[in-house]
Nanobody, 117 residues
Framework: QVQLVESGGGLVQPGGSLRLSCAAS????????MGWYRQAPGKRRELVAT???????NYADSVKGRFTISRDNAKNTVYLQMNRLKPEDTAVYSC???????????WGQGTQVTVSS
């Protein structure tokens, strides 16, 4: 089992920045991919960004150039730096951990990000 603990959500004004963190613990194997997804009220969950354990990244078009995902493998932690936030970025952001070879995934509880003036 892999446990994920997220932190860093909150309320921010449009144009502001937030940094989300997600720490993984438990049985962690390579290769794996960690990432962030979000779900706004009344909408389906969508990909924000992912990063593999060798540093390959993938971003949703809506966040490219504004968000940066990174990870510290020594700490088993993934970060999401969110800049130039927009009201449409408001959602619950959830951290994910996946081992595709083992068909295993784990999710965090989610953290609320609200962008509003």
């Amino acid at each position: 089992q892999v446990q994920l603990v997220e932190s860093g959500g909150g309320l921010v004004q449009p144009g502001g920045s937030l940094r989300l963190s997600c720490a993984a613990s438990g049985r962690i194997f390579s290769p794996n991919t960690m990432g962030w997804y979000r779900q706004a009220p009344g909408k389906r969950r969508e990909l924000v960004a992912t990063v593999t354990d060798v540093g390959s990244t993938n971003y949703a078009d809506s966040v490219k150039g504004r968000f940066t995902i990174s990870r510290d493998n020594a700490k088993n932690t993934v970060y999401l730096q969110m800049n130039r936030l927009k009201p449409e970025d408001t959602a619950v952001y959830s951290c994910s951990y996946r081992e595709f070879l083992n068909n295993y995934e784990s999710w965090g509880q989610g953290t609320q990000v609200t962008v509003s003036s």
